[in-house]
């Protein structure tokens, strides 16, 4: 089992800055892939961004410039820097693993991008 514990969230105005943050029960460097999602208020569920166990991302064409995945193996973390955000940045962001078989999420942190 493994749980996840994001924070960094908040309010930031347009064009500002947040570093995300998820803390690992276990050590990360057993978990191949984790990654973060959004979700907006009455829309799915999004990739954001995921990162293997060997430090390579892979991130979604919406954010693609403008955030950077990263993970911290011996510190069992992941993070998520968020640069340039928009107002459509906007929903509550989750983190996501999957370990032997089953996938674990985290509890979510709000971003509110708005000035």
């Known amino acids: 089992q493994v749980q996840l514990v994001e924070s960094g969230g908040g309010l930031v105005q347009p064009g500002g800055s947040l570093r995300l943050s998820c803390a690992a029960s276990r050590s990360v460097a057993v978990i191949n892939v984790m990654g973060w999602y959004r979700q907006a208020p009455g829309k799915q569920r999004d990739v954001v961004a995921t990162?293997?166990?060997?430090?390579?991302?892979n991130v979604a064409d919406s954010v693609k410039g403008r955030f950077t995945i990263s993970r911290d193996n011996a510190k069992n973390t992941v993070f998520l820097q968020m640069n340039s955000l928009k107002p459509e940045d906007t929903a509550v962001y989750y983190c996501?693993?999957?370990?032997?078989?089953?996938?674990?999420w985290g509890q979510g942190t709000q971003v509110t991008v708005s000035s």
């Open positions: 996501q693993c999957g370990y032997r078989g089953f996938d674990y």
């Open positions: 990162i293997t166990n060997d430090g390579s991302p």
